[in-house]
């Protein structure tokens, strides 16, 4: 079992940064690939950026260019430093992890899930 925890969330001007973490527990953190995904009100859970065993990345077309991944096993954690926040970055922001390494786009291949973290930006 993995649990995992995210931190670094809140409110922020539109421009401005933020960098989320997520502190995964259990000592194979180095084989999984972790995503951060995004829920707004009213809608469905998207994906917004992962990272693999063999630190390949992948964004979503919204954030690409603004947000970066990445991960540093010996703290098993991962980050999302995110620039240049829109209100449309608006949302709670969840870390997952998928036990394959694989870091996919598509949510049901990930085992563990955090309870997420809420990030406002204002207009």
């Known amino acids: 079992q993995v649990q995992l925890v995210e931190s670094g969330g809140g409110l922020v001007q539109a421009g401005g940064s933020l960098r989320l973490s997520c502190a995964a527990s259990?000592?194979?953190?180095?084989?999984?690939?972790m995503g951060w995904f995004r829920q707004s009100p009213g809608k469905e859970r998207e994906f917004v950026a992962a990272?693999?065993?063999?630190?390949?990345?992948r964004y979503a077309d919204s954030v690409k260019g603004r947000f970066t991944i990445s991960r540093d096993n010996a703290k098993n954690t991962v980050y999302l430093q995110m620039n240049s926040l829109k209100p449309e970055d608006t949302a709670a922001y969840y870390c997952?992890?998928?036990?394959w390494g694989t870091g996919a786009r598509e949510e049901g291949d990930y085992d563990y899930w955090g309870q997420g973290t809420q990030v406002t930006v204002s207009s």
């Open positions: 997952a992890a998928d036990r």
């Open positions: 259990g000592r194979t953190f180095r084989s999984y690939g």
């Open positions: 990272i693999d065993w063999n630190l390949g990345s």
